[in-house]
């Protein structure tokens, strides 16, 4: 099955974020999208829709999604209002408590989607509650593949800034997927780089952000280094033995030709 995975919009009500406009860029992956990969069977939306949890920010991305014409699942993250997002998309699945988090069945397999927001704080948290229900479905997944989708990573990456707002609790989220073979690939956001690897023993994938990204530092810890770096989306192919994930530059302007 191919789907897609795109993160990170910080979608405002309109005019320019860090010097970029989230809408334009927005518009220039849709219709990337629609000309290369119209043929995709879903995509995922991993959270930071809004900037700052603008009411009009939603309602202008709710119109911009009627252009990409293929299932497409939301996440919020630390920049998301979890009630502003709700009230401009009264359909979208929660769990019973109200969170973001919700389950769909693929040919590939089961998508578990999680809401790692905390109102008003950018680091990320899995409560009880949460973890009880990503338990349960981890359960009712039984033999079937799962692919894990989050907003916040659940580990430490060395870009310190980022790491001081990842998830919290990372032991009991560890413990809740540790030794459940059937997880095949872990997907998160916030970061804002290209990143990919193994957490134990769990393959995972990380993508540039849609308007602004973070540049590659090691050493900053007081600010978040901000950086002009192409964004990307991700191309997902899930079958029984592999998932093969490709990040496609949409605004590349390079020539291209045959070797």
């Known amino acids: 099955m191919k789907f897609l995975q795109i993160t990170d919009l910080h979608m405002n009500a309109g005019g320019p974020l860090y010097g970029l406009d989230p809408a334009e860029r927005l518009a220039a992956c849709i219709a990337d999208i629609r000309r290369t990969h119209a043929d995709a069977d879903r995509a995922v939306i991993t959270g930071d829709l809004a900037h700052s949890g603008d009411p009009a920010a939603y309602r202008r991305l709710r119109e911009m999604l009627q252009g990409l014409e293929m299932p497409t699942h939301l996440l919020i993250g630390n920049h998301d209002s979890r009630s502003e997002f709700r009230k401009a998309f009264p359909d979208h699945p929660v769990d019973s408590d109200g969170n973001v988090q919700f389950t769909v069945d693929t040919a590939a397999g089961r998508f578990i989607c999680l809401d790692t927001n905390v109102p008003g704080a950018h680091h990320g948290e899995l409560d009880a509650a949460r973890l009880r229900w990503l338990t349960d479905e981890l359960d009712r997944a039984g033999e079937k593949p799962v692919y894990l989708f989050m907003h916040h990573p659940p580990f430490d990456v060395g870009i310190r800034r980022m790491d001081r707002i990842s998830l919290r609790d990372k032991a009991a989220f560890a413990e809740v997927v540790s030794g459940r073979p059937g997880i095949r690939q872990l ?6 780089r290209p990143i990919s690897g193994m957490w134990n023993g769990i393959p995972f994938a990380n993508l540039p952000g849609m308007n ?9 810890e007081d600010e978040v280094p901000g950086s002009h770096e192409p964004p990307f989306y991700a191309v997902i192919f899930a079958d029984p033995g592999q998932t093969i994930v490709h990040l496609k530059n949409f605004l590349d302007q390079t020539n291209t030709f045959h070797l």
């Open 187 to 192: 997907f998160f956001g916030h970061l804002h």
């Open 212 to 220: 602004h990204q973070v540049a590659l530092d090691f050493e900053i």
